[in-house]
Every structure is written in structure tokens, then in C-alpha cells.
């Protein structure tokens, strides 16, 4: 062999090693922004089937029932933590992965053909809320499955980067879901059609996006921890070993309570909030959340790429202690806000700080658990946590609008973050002391 083929060698298989890695974290996205566009086309459509399902003549009590019912599908998410956590740490993260996407498609056709209440009565509510059991049960499942298997793909040197895309992806769903509002506002249908029959189109839309990421899942190779990890010892997955890391449970809870309270307030509430609370129209609550999620976006990698260099643990610092000091100004000059551009770049300056708790949440969980319980260990805490924190975070906020206290929502807020932030500055930072390869 030549000299120059020894030398080029290396950078053939770093190169094919990188293609490998890219290609394996795109189609594990893809399926993640295909389950959050469908869980999230709930929240995009709420305000024009909610009537259907809900009828009360008073608007906010019409967004409260429908909030109540996002908070209690949330039930569901530490079940569906455990269940898909033990089968990715048992079974491998592949099935795990395509089993969830099968099970959100299953959620998403049943809302898509329920029934109105004019038509069932009760009864469609309560289907209406099945659906959204089934769809939180693989939500739980997809965060742990997901996270591990991002963490699991990327290069070691570059984990906070391609890990930050599992909140591109889940931010890209909700953007996906506000897309499909618009084109049918804007382009297909009239908002008389919407409210009549025009929600369920968003929903069959989602089933097949969910048919088709399974496909793709499937296609995808086991990760090479996971596989080592078999050789090492029997695949375990089980509570009983998950508990051998108390300490590390206790952190995912502290860590995850005030970043997944912030999440869902300036994503699933935000559209409920500006539209009900500041006051602006349908199309102009649409444009402003739609151009914040891009933001949003655009800012995950960066964030991501950041904790590279400078490590997980400064950037969750920095979004404790802005969330906690800005998260009241923010909130009550949004209120106030009138203009559009304005409540635009309110949120924008939120997600300046949230951002430092979204774009490396994922990477920092699975940083803390060897191979074997590692899915488990990220996704059955965190789903706890989300569903006692994050899910209720809309349902609380319109409880005290309709006592007529909306602004107690902005201190419960920043209190929940300064919780989290007692926990970013005792903990350890993960990348200088990372279990990735731990496989016991």
C-alpha cells in the first residue's frame, strides 16, 4: 500500500463513520418530529374543535376543558416511560422506537373519526380522551427511546450538537402542526369549515406521517453501546437495576421540573396565552408562535454545539438563573403587549434562556446512566417529572386566568425554575463525567 493510501485511510472511514452517524440521528428525528406533530396538532387545533367537544358558550372555559384533558393524557407518560425504557434497554432501542411511532399513529387516527358531542353525547370526550391516553403512553416511551439512542449514535467529541436535534425535531413538530393551520386557514378551507369538520384533516395527516417514519425506524442499526453492552452481561432494563442510581433519578426530576415548566408554557400555552390574554387575532397568534418556534429552532444546535466546548453544566446555570429573573417581566409585558412584533420578540428573548435547558436536557440524562438502564433511566423519571410539571403547566395558568389571578401563573413559573437551578449548580457537569460507556 502507498503512502498516500495509509494516509487518506483515516479520513475514508471517518468520513463513512460520519455519514453512519448523520444518517441514523436523521431518520431517529424524523420520527420524532413526526410523534410531536401529531401530539402537538392537538394544542395547534384546540381552539376550533374544542366547541365540538366541549360545548360551553365561554371560550376560556372551552380551553380549560381541553387544557385539563392535554394535563391528564400526561398520566400516561411514566407508563409509557417504563414500558418502551424496558424494552429499548432489553430488546434494543430500534424496537422501541418503532413500536411508540406505531402506537402514536393508532392515537391519532381514533381522534381523526371520533364522533361530536351533538352526535354521541359523553361519549365523545371520552374517546377524544382514550386517544390522548394512547398518545401520551408513546410520547413517555419516545423521549428515554430517542434521547439514549441520539446520545448513543453521535460522535463522542460532539454529543451536545446532535443530541440538540431531538429538541429540533420536537420543536419542528409543533412547527409541522402550525404549518398545516395555516395552509388550512389560509389556502383550503374557510374558518366555518375548520370548526366543522376541517380539524380531523391534520390528524389523518399525522397517522400517515406515523405509518411512514415506522418504516424508516425500522430500517435503522442498533447502536453499538447497546450491542457491547449484550456482551458484557444480560440487557436489563428493569426498575429493580434502575434503582441501584438513586442519586441520579433524584437529578433527572430536579433538573427536568423547571426547564419542562418553561418548555410547555412558551410553546403549548403561548397560543392559548396570546390569544386569550394579550388579545391578538387568530392569524396573528399563528404568525408570532409559528416565527418564535423558528427562533427556537435555530438556537438548539447553537446552544448544543456550546456545551461541546464549554460543557452541559454553565448553559443549564444561565437558563436557571434568567429563568427565575426574567420569566415575571417577560410574562407581564407580554400581557400588556398590543403588537404583534412585540410579543414576537418577547418570546424570542424567553427562549434566549430556555434554550440552555432544551438544546442539552436529552444529552445531560443520558450522560448520567450506564447502557444498561439508560433509556429506562432517562425516560421513566423525566415523564414523571413532565407530568407533574410540564402537562399541567397550561391547565394551571387558565385555572388561575379563570380565578382572574393570571399573573400567580408567572411567579409559580419562575419559582419551579429556581427550584431546578439549586440543582444546576450542585451537580456534576456530565460531559467531564459522562456513564456513556459504562455498560454494567
Not at 93 to 102: D, K, Q
Not at 169 to 184: E, K, P, R, W
Request: proline share 4%; charged share 15%; glycine share 8%.
Amino acid at each position: 500500500m502507498s503512502v498516500e493510501a495509509v494516509e487518506s485511510a483515516p479520513d475514508h472511514i471517518d468520513l463513512a463513520d460520519a455519514e453512519r452517524r448523520i444518517k441514523a440521528i436523521f431518520i431517529g428525528s424524523i420520527g420524532n418530529l413526526v410523534e410531536w406533530y401529531d401530539f402537538y396538532a392537538y394544542t395547534a387545533f384546540s381552539l376550533y374543535f374544542a366547541p365540538a367537544f366541549f360545548p360551553n358558550s365561554d371560550p376560556v372555559v372551552q380551553q380549560l376543558n381541553a387544557a385539563v384533558l392535554f394535563a391528564a393524557t400526561f398520566l400516561m407518560r411514566p407508563l409509557g416511560g417504563w414500558l418502551f425504557g424496558y424494552i429499548a434497554d432489553r430488546y434494543g432501542r430500534r424496537l422501541s422506537l418503532t413500536l411508540s411511532v406505531i402506537c402514536m399513529c393508532f392515537g391519532s387516527l381514533i381522534i381523526a373519526v371520533t364522533p361530536t358531542y351533538a352526535s354521541i353525547g359523553i361519549a365523545a370526550p371520552a374517546i377524544l380522551a382514550l386517544a390522548r391516553i394512547i398518545e401520551g403512553l408513546s410520547l413517555g416511551g419516545e423521549y428515554g427511546a430517542s434521547a439514549t439512542y441520539l446520545s448513543e449514535v453521535a460522535d463522542p467529541n460532539h454529543r451536545g450538537f446532535y443530541s440538540s436535534f431531538q429538541y429540533v425535531t420536537l420543536i419542528g413538530g409543533q412547527l409541522t402542526a402550525i404549518i398545516v393551520l395555516l395552509l388550512l386557514q389560509k389556502v383550503f378551507l374557510t374558518p366555518e369549515e375548520l370548526k366543522a369538520w376541517g380539524w380531523r384533516i391534520p390528524f389523518v395527516i399525522g397517522a400517515l406521517l406515523a405509518i411512514f417514519a415506522a418504516v424508516m425506524r425500522r430500517k435503522l442499526h442498533e447502536t453499538e453501546a447497546f450491542e457491547e453492552a449484550k456482551k458484557i452481561a444480560k440487557p436489563s432494563g428493569s426498575i429493580r437495576g434502575l434503582l441501584k442510581y438513586p442519586r441520579e433519578l433524584l437529578l433527572v426530576v430536579g433538573l427536568t421540573a423547571g426547564g419542562t415548566a418553561a418548555f410547555y408554557t412558551f410553546t403549548t400555552y403561548m397560543q392559548t396565552f396570546v390569544k386569550l390574554s394579550v388579545g391578538l387575532t387568530e392569524d396573528q397568534t399563528t404568525l408570532v408562535i409559528f416565527g418564535s418556534l423558528i427562533f427556537a429552532t435555530l438556537l438548539q444546535p447553537i446552544y448544543g454545539a456550546l456545551s461541546d466546548r464549554i460543557g452541559r453544566k454553565p448553559l443549564l446555570i444561565f437558563f436557571g438563573i434568567a429563568g427565575t429573573f426574567a420569566t415575571i417581566p417577560i410574562l407581564t409585558t407580554l400581557k400588556e403587549a398590543k403588537s404583534p412584533f412585540i410579543a414576537f420578540l418577547l418570546i424570542c428573548a424567553a427562549w434566549l434562556f430556555v434554550a440552555g435547558y432544551t438544546s442539552i436536557n436529552a444529552i445531560v440524562k443520558a450522560e448520567l446512566f450506564p447502557t444498561n438502564v439508560r433509556a429506562l433511566g432517562v425516560g421513566l423519571p423525566y415523564a414523571i417529572t413532565v407530568s407533574l410539571f410540564g402537562g399541567t403547566a397550561p391547565a394551571i395558568a387558565l385555572y388561575f386566568k379563570s380565578l382572574g389571578h393570571e399573573e400567580w401563573f408567572f411567579y409559580y413559573l419562575s419559582g419551579i425554575i429556581f427550584l431546578s437551578l439549586i440543582i444546576y449548580t450542585t451537580m456534576r457537569d456530565t460531559k467531564h463525567e459522562s456513564a456513556m460507556h459504562r455498560h454494567e
